[in-house]
């Protein structure tokens, strides 16, 4: 697994070598409240500590997410955003970016008609499915994340966006650019307030355009910490005049009760004891301070990593292959002909079923209930039990399953439809900036 596509149709296959190969950690504990969480859906995370800590203070954090206003917004991109529903509910800031820009560029969508998908086929729904008023914002009017995204360019080689996303010479600058754009976007909510957790959820196959914002982050900072052998050594990047920086790092020393053990400003370092203090919390200090010097100083974003929604004919769900994705804004009668088509994980024939059973975990219709249907344990359990044990058959479990979208897409419209008059109380702030 050399690369992640996150452009492409094609499902995860190995979640465990995908953790091991790109350093994703298990989630430290189930969060209460949050169905994906609760399920295991949630495949991995990166320091979501940072993220913890701060919704268990009632610290400032944010969440941000995008959209590529191309299409219908699938159960795929629901599930991100019912993930920034909870967060918002746990008090964080909400960010959400269309890559208006990026959709005229690669699929020549006007920014007129990127508006209006955005609007009619994105908005509506979040509001709809519960989010409150937050920073819903597009790329092509927001100039601070256009020159931040030129700013971090700088950071980052054409041999690193070969290696992290398997560009080959014939790729357009184009894309080339557009992660940087997406890294701006994450980067926003810290550079224009300023530094403070801030957790993206993706699916799988978006990490890479975490790890690229990680490693830029890091870069921008002057100030650099590790911890080693029992103790703290802070560093100094770049080469000019260390003075001002060194007296950002001893007032971080004296804040946390540290004691200063050698001083080498030759090599630009100062060591330090350890004490027990948080590492994350030294950067995050470290970052606001340098503020003051470095117009970027940042902490490196969080993220939670969601294992990816199959498609009813397999592979990922994707807005690229519409036969085999439930959009939130398709007719409830073509959903209910796509579930009973859908692929699933049951025997050849009704006796084979009813005598061996069938496997849920392969089955795309299974995944509906996992995903969004099955409110409860209760019925979750239900539905993976009876089709184990053969008393459930593919064709009642289809239909079922069919009736309960329906019913779920019927609503959602009426909810919709009555929440049309709200959309100015999200756009008050197009610009991005707070």
């Not at 080959?168 to 957790?197: G, H």
Request: hydrophobic share 35%.
């Amino acid at each position: 697994m050399d690369s992640l596509n996150p452009w492409g149709s094609s499902q995860v296959k190995d979640y465990e070598r995908m953790r091991r190969e790109f350093g994703i950690d298990p989630m430290p504990r189930v969060l209460e409240g949050n169905l994906m969480s609760e399920r295991s859906l949630i495949m991995g995370q990166r320091d979501f500590n940072r993220v913890e800590i701060a919704m268990e203070n009632g610290e400032k954090f944010a969440a941000m997410t995008g959209l590529m206003p191309s299409g219908q917004m699938h159960l795929g991109s629901k599930a991100v955003i019912d993930q920034m529903i909870y967060f918002q509910s746990r008090g964080a800031q909400i960010h959400i970016a269309v890559a208006d820009l990026e959709s005229l560029a690669t699929r020549e969508i006007s920014l007129e008609k990127g508006r209006e998908i955005a609007l009619e086929n994105f908005l509506l729904n979040y509001i709809a499915m519960g989010l409150k008023p937050c920073n819903f914002y597009f790329q092509s009017s927001n100039t601070y994340v256009q020159k931040l995204a030129f700013v971090v360019s700088r950071e980052v080689t054409l041999s690193e966006m070969k290696g992290i996303y398997g560009f080959v010479d014939s790729k357009r600058m184009l894309e080339l650019n557009s992660p940087l754009v997406q890294v701006a976007d994450i980067l926003s909510p810290q550079i224009y307030d300023e530094p403070m957790p801030t957790i993206v959820p993706v699916g799988a196959d978006q990490d890479p355009h975490i790890r690229l914002t990680r490693d830029i982050s890091g870069r921008m900072n002057m100030i650099k910490v590790t911890r080693k052998d029992g103790k703290f050594q802070f560093s100094i990047g770049g080469q000019g005049d260390v003075k001002e920086y060194v007296k950002i790092i001893k007032k971080i020393v004296k804040t946390h009760g540290l004691r200063i053990l050698k001083e080498n400003l030759a090599y630009r370092t100062i060591d330090t004891t350890e004490e027990g203090v948080n590492l994350d919390a030294i950067e995050l200090h470290l970052a606001r301070d340098e503020r003051v010097l470095n117009n970027y100083s940042t902490i490196p974003p969080s993220s939670i990593i969601l294992r990816l929604e199959t498609g009813l004919h397999g592979g990922k769900m994707s807005k690229s292959v519409p036969e085999s994705t439930v959009s939130l804004n398709d007719n409830p009668v073509d959903v209910s002909k796509k579930i009973k088509k859908a692929l699933t994980g049951g025997r050849e024939s009704v006796e084979e079923q009813k005598k061996l059973g069938g496997n849920p975990y392969i089955c795309p219709v299974f995944e509906l209930y996992l995903y969004h249907l099955s409110r409860t344990d209760k019925h979750i359990r239900e539905v993976e039990e009876t089709c184990k044990s053969g008393a459930r058959l593919c064709g009642n479990c289809k239909s079922e399953a069919a009736e309960l979208m329906s019913t779920y897409l019927v609503e959602l419209k009426e909810k919709r439809e009555s929440s049309r008059h709200l959309i100015p109380e999200y756009l008050g702030n197009e610009n991005g900036m707070h």
